[in-house]
Nanobody, 121 residues
Framework: QVQLVESGGGLVQPGGSLRLSCAAS????????RAWYRQAPGKQRELVAY???????NYKESVKGRFTISRDNAKNTIDLQMNSLKPEDTAVYYC???????????????WGQGTQVTVSS
């Protein structure tokens, strides 16, 4: 089992920034994919970004150039730096963990509890 705990959500004005963090604990293997998903009201959960244990990243098209995912393998943490936030980024953001041999974390094995991000003036 892997436990994931997110932090860093909140309310921010359009154009502002937030940084989300996710700490993993439990039975963590060195090879894994870590990801951020989000779910807006009335919409399906969607993949925002993922990062492999080797540092390979991938982003949803609408967040490219604004969001940056990073990880610290020694601390088993990942972060999501979100800049130039827009109202359409408003959602509950979920940390996810995919075990090997997943290559893109489309079906996470573990989820965090979620953290609310609200972009509004």
């Amino acid at each position: 089992q892997v436990q994931l705990v997110e932090s860093g959500g909140g309310l921010v004005q359009p154009g502002g920034s937030l940084r989300l963090s996710c700490a993993a604990s439990g039975s963590i293997f060195s090879i894994n994919i870590r990801a951020w998903y989000r779910q807006a009201p009335g919409k399906q959960r969607e993949l925002v970004a993922y990062i492999s244990s080797g540092g390979r990243t991938n982003y949803k098209e609408s967040v490219k150039g604004r969001f940056t995912i990073s990880r610290d393998n020694a601390k088993n943490t990942i972060d999501l730096q979100m800049n130039s936030l827009k109202p359409e980024d408003t959602a509950v953001y979920y940390c996810a963990y995919c075990k090997f041999p997943s290559s893109s974390c489309q079906s996470p094995d573990y989820w965090g509890q979620g953290t609310q991000v609200t972009v509004s003036s």
